[in-house]
């Protein structure tokens, strides 16, 4: 009799703790944290899970998600600190992930495969996207955005790490004023066919170090923003393997006090090999100006042109670099430059 008490006690604290492994249905609005028992495919309606409530977790358990092309896989709205885990793959869907104001998501250990866009950011800061694998993605795997329709929310202070990605149009988006102040680090990019890493629409203090980029059609391009940080990032095969421009593309939320310039980036110990030039400065056509960016100690390898200082660069600093089979170090067409 003494001991009933004690099991009574344990018992409720098993069950108030412990995923419901029951089996889930496509179109299914999630309240608490689930751990799938079996793949699901989704054929119909919107979308194969809604997250419904915060702080929960939604474990693939070694299982693939998928669908058609016509749903979303997971949407979450609203809803803070939510964890999707893997081992697990989602596939299929026009987006694997797609949030809106959803603080602190967590997405880990995920492949996404066969989707036209893999982890959608909107306007959701504090998150992190780390160790997964983003393969066969026909728009972006990651993007980071705070969209133009609406009221502009914390969308920035992510981080982006560790992961694997190949056969995209775009590894990683970074889009709007409010969507900056994000860690970039320690991802791999293969065969991105448009741009490995790109900073777009006034995302400013973004840190983007240590990662390894291969056949990409430019590397990392950083547009229309202002005080980036590209750091010990190696590109190789493509047009470009950094680009620095003044284009405002009109996607995200921009600040009012700044229009197409590209302003104070630091671009330091970069490895660049066989990209037709290393580092593109400015743009022309243009509307505004790529000023004042600190480039120090690249490397650049087998190029035709190492630092292009386009019409539109202005009173940028080149020092400490190394050229290996280039055919023209620096070519300036801007003014002010210092090299």
């Not at 029951?22 to 989704?42: K, N, P, V, Y």
């Not at 603080?103 to 989707?115: I, K, M, P």
């Not at 003044?246 to 330091?268: E, N, W």
Request: aromatic share 6%; charged share 15%.
């Amino acid at each position: 009799m003494s001991f009933r008490p004690f099991l009574v006690l344990c018992a409720l604290v098993l069950i108030g703790t412990g995923d419901p492994a029951r089996a889930q249905s496509c179109g299914d609005t999630l309240t608490h944290s689930i751990t799938l028992t079996a793949d699901l495919h989704c054929s119909s309606g919107w979308l194969a899970f809604e997250v419904g409530a915060p702080a929960i977790t939604i474990r693939l358990n070694g299982h693939t998600l998928s669908g058609t092309s016509d749903l979303q896989g997971i949407r979450v709205l609203g809803q803070h600190k939510v964890r999707i885990l893997g081992p697990g793959r989602i596939s299929g869907f026009w987006a694997g992930v797609n949030t809106m104001d959803a603080a602190r998501l967590v997405v880990q250990g995920v492949e996404f495969a066969d989707l036209g866009a893999g982890v959608i950011l909107n306007r959701s800061s504090e998150s992190k996207i780390v160790g997964n694998g983003f393969f066969r993605i026909t728009g972006e795997a990651i993007s980071v955005i705070d969209p133009t329709v609406g009221t502009s929310l914390p969308s920035g202070g992510n981080l982006v790490s560790g992961n694997v990605i190949g056969k995209v149009d775009t590894g990683i988006t970074l889009c709007g004023a409010a969507a900056g102040g994000n860690l970039v680090e320690h991802n791999t990019i293969n065969a991105a066919y448009a741009r490995g890493i790109h900073v777009v629409d006034h995302s400013g203090g973004n840190y983007i170090s240590a990662n390894r980029l291969h056949n990409t059609g430019a590397g990392i391009v950083v547009e229309a923003s202002t005080g980036n940080t590209v750091i010990d990032n190696e590109v190789a095969q493509g047009s470009a393997g950094i680009g620095i421009s003044a284009t405002l593309q009109g996607r995200c939320q921009q600040d009012p006090a700044q229009t197409h310039d590209s302003i104070g980036h630091k671009v330091y110990d970069n490895r660049l090999r066989d990209v037709f030039t290393g580092i593109h400065v400015g743009n022309d056509p243009y509307l505004g100006k790529a000023i004042g960016s600190v480039f120090a100690g690249t490397v650049v390898e087998n190029a035709t042109y190492g630092v292009l200082l386009d019409v539109n660069s202005v009173s940028n600093h080149v020092f400490g670099s190394t050229w290996i089979g280039v055919a023209t170090p620096v070519l300036d067409l801007g003014y002010d430059n210092h090299w």
